[in-house]
Nanobody, 127 residues
Framework: QVELVESGGGSVHPGGSLRLSCVAS????????MAWFRQDPGKEREGVAY???????VYTDSVKGRFTISKDNAKNSLYLQMNSLKPEDTSMYYC?????????????????????WGQGTQVTVSS
């Protein structure tokens, strides 16, 4: 069975940094489009950063220049480095993966077409 497990969330002050990790089992991180999403209660899930199998990335405008998505094929893991964090970055962050697609769709709200999801890790940014 395919499983994605996130870790690395926590509480930080504005301007701080966090590094989220997503460890995959039963799935090859290097072969497909993967992504990080975030979602607040009562709001739609938002695509934050996508990474295709060739290493091409795309980010939502609000995190450009501050967040970096990457992967380590040897560790079968996906990462999100978050710098210069702002209170509005507070959210539950989810790791997601395409079931078969090598390339990613345009960044957008909603979870489609990603079919594999982790359970999330909470990020809180406050003074």
């Amino acid at each position: 069975q395919v499983e994605l497990v996130e870790s690395g969330g926590g509480s930080v002050h504005p301007g701080g940094s966090l590094r989220l990790s997503c460890v995959a089992s039963g799935y090859d991180v290097g072969s497909y489009c993967m992504a990080w999403f975030r979602q607040d209660p009562g709001k739609e899930r938002e695509g934050v950063a996508y990474l295709n199998a060739n290493g091409v990335t795309v980010y939502t405008d609000s995190v450009k220049g501050r967040f970096t998505i990457s992967k380590d094929n040897a560790k079968n893991s996906l990462y999100l480095q978050m710098n210069s964090l702002k209170p509005e970055d507070t959210s539950m962050y989810y790791c997601a993966a395409q079931e078969t697609a090598k390339f990613c769709p345009p960044i957008r709200t909603g979870g489609r077409p990603f079919g594999i999801w982790g359970q999330g890790t909470q990020v809180t940014v406050s003074s």
